[in-house]
């Protein structure tokens, strides 16, 4: 194939492949376990890695982790992997990596990706904590008083203080906002303590995840893979599922409208798809699918990876142009209504018995059919799925220590920044509220009255506030210039920025906490 696709395999020594032009139109990868879906999804990422295609990919088994290394003779099926690259006329196959960039929300198996509370937002919420309608207004109320007196929401640590301060509050609050009971709050609260068991917190904080990390090249041009490291995070679906749809919709509002590009800004494999959908409301699904249609105009193409087709619902499906499926088995009712449904989506071959062949395929093997050029679907095609470059399985230790070490992130994101928010708001006026009373006490109103604001004025916060983020970046760079690793920190920068956002903060609470809700929840308001 030409340099304007990217190769998937042949059928009957006819190559098939994804037009970069239309790479954006979304796509969906499905099979049962063990059918080879992973190595499709490593030699797609391959294919637009090399094309120049930024690439975000969630591995929630590990195996995805060698794109980041050549294969070698030394693998035991590597001669199967160079007869298969003759057999589909791969030329010139040699092994090859592929640049990446490793996170993990929990900071172990690659760089952290952290958000705040704020941006968020309460929906997102909602759904990850399981809230019922009655339990997410009073959420929303919460982000809404937090909004309107300017308290910063960063970490899980100042939801609950919100959340307390809303149960002592709550008669006050409900005559402002709408009814607010404690029963609610408590159920909240009790999520909360379920979400933090599970490692959660870790996801809230500063700094917070630049999505301009994503778009990134190498000196040879070569778009950057970023693996999600998911193992971990698959222990809590919920999670995961949230986390994702925040990104998806971070991206979306990040980004201009670019129409049709020659070829996508960013490709996003979303494996276990199906966890986005369970027991989601039918207005999240709308608004799912929503953004599903509404990003390709961004210039960013979404595959959704699962075992059974009829796990995405019929409105997203109806949006995912290029399609590869790999075989499926026939042991259920639903096995069979699955596969079916999967036949019945393609653009008929004569020559095919699309249902029976979706039972007999091999490992390796799947039937494709892309957008093409005229925007009409392929006749669907038996294709015998070309071999990775990487190596097949997961690297070591060491290997991915490397990798992070010379990694372009470098340690931006590694100290967790813990910046004065709502806790810490909250705690001191409440403190201060209890000193006062007992000044008034002892010296009369008017005298207390005369004294200097305990409350620092917002010049006094920026001040206070640049001063300890040039603090933190300086002794970030110590740390670096000692370990070998690269630092991006900016004492100065760093600085002013923090002052910047401390005097927006509190000049703009009621406001600016509600423009940056992610798109997500401002389509389902």
């Known amino acids: 194939m030409d340099d304007r696709s990217v190769f998937i395999g042949t059928a009957d020594g006819e190559p098939q492949g994804i037009a970069l032009n239309r790479a954006n139109r979304h796509g969906l990868i499905a099979g049962a376990t063990g059918t080879g879906k992973t190595v499709t999804v490593q030699i797609l990422a391959e294919g637009f890695s090399n094309a120049g ?5 969630a591995d929630v088994k590990g195996d995805l982790s060698g794109i980041a290394m050549p294969g070698s003779d030394g693998f035991k099926h590597a001669d199967s992997l160079k007869q298969r690259a003759a057999t589909v006329g791969l030329e010139n ?31 997102l919420l909602a759904q990850l904590l399981k809230l019922n309608d009655t339990q997410a207004g009073v959420l929303e109320i919460a982000f809404r008083y937090a909004d309107d007196n300017g308290l910063l929401l960063i970490d899980l640590a100042d939801l609950r203080a919100m959340l307390a301060h809303t149960s002592d509050n709550a008669k006050e609050l409900s005559s402002r906002y709408g009814n607010v009971t404690r029963a609610s709050v408590g159920t ?15 996801f809230f904080g500063e700094p917070a995840f630049d999505v301009d990390d994503f778009f990134r090249t190498d000196a040879n041009g070569r778009g950057y893979v970023s693996v999600l490291m998911a193992e971990r995070l698959m222990v809590d679906p919920k999670l995961y599922a949230t986390f994702l749809l925040w990104l998806m919709s971070e991206l979306f509002e990040a980004l201009p409208e670019v129409g049709d590009p020659e070829k996508p800004r960013l490709v996003f494999f979303f494996d276990e798809a ?13 608004k799912i699918e929503q953004v599903v249609r509404l990003i390709r105009s961004k210039g960013i193409g979404i595959y959704f990876i699962t075992r059974n087709p009829v796990d995405v619902p019929d409105d997203v499906a109806s949006q995912l142009g290029n399609r590869i499926q790999h075989a499926l088995r026939s042991h259920t009712g639903r096995d069979q209504r699955a596969i079916k449904a999967a036949a019945d989506t393609y653009r008929i071959n004569p020559g095919l018995d699309i249902e029976q062949t979706i039972t007999e ?13 005229d925007g009409a679907p392929s006749v669907v095609e038996r294709t015998l799925v070309r071999p990775p470059a990487s190596r097949l399985g997961p690297i070591s230790t060491g290997e991915r220590a490397a990798i992070i070490a010379a990694s372009p992130i470098g ?11 709502a806790a810490e708001v909250i705690a001191q006026k409440a403190a201060d509220a209890a000193a006062t009373a007992e000044e008034v006490e002892e010296m009369g109103r008017e005298q207390v009255g005369k004294r200097a604001r305990k409350t620092p004025s917002i010049w ?7 001063t300890g983020a040039m603090t933190g970046s300086a002794a970030t760079i110590a740390a670096a210039a000692v370990t070998g690793r690269k630092s991006r920190s900016n004492p100065v920068r760093n600085a002013a920025t923090s002052a910047a956002g401390s005097i ?15 798109l997500i929840g401002g389509l389902m308001r």
Do not use: C
């Open 274 to 286: 199906h966890l986005l959908f369970d027991d989601a409301s039918s207005a999240l699904q709308d």
């Open 93 to 123: 196959y040699a092994w090859a990596d592929s640049p990446t960039i490793f996170w993990d929300l929990y900071g172990k198996q690659g760089h952290p990706i952290r958000t705040t509370v704020s941006e968020m937002g309460p929906l």
């Open 460 to 466: 006094g916060k920026a001040i206070k506030r640049a």
């Open 361 to 373: 395929l091999t490992v390796g093997e799947a039937l494709v059919s892309t957008i093409m050029d």
């Open 504 to 518: 927006a903060t509190d000049l703009a609470g009621p406001f600016a906490g509600r423009f940056v809700r992610n």
């Open 188 to 202: 909240i609260q009790r999520a909360l303590l379920q979400l933090e068991g599970q490692g959660g917190a870790q």
């Open 411 to 421: 340690d931006i994101y590694d100290a967790r920044v813990d910046r004065e928010s």
């Open 53 to 57: 295609v930024p690439v975000f990919v």
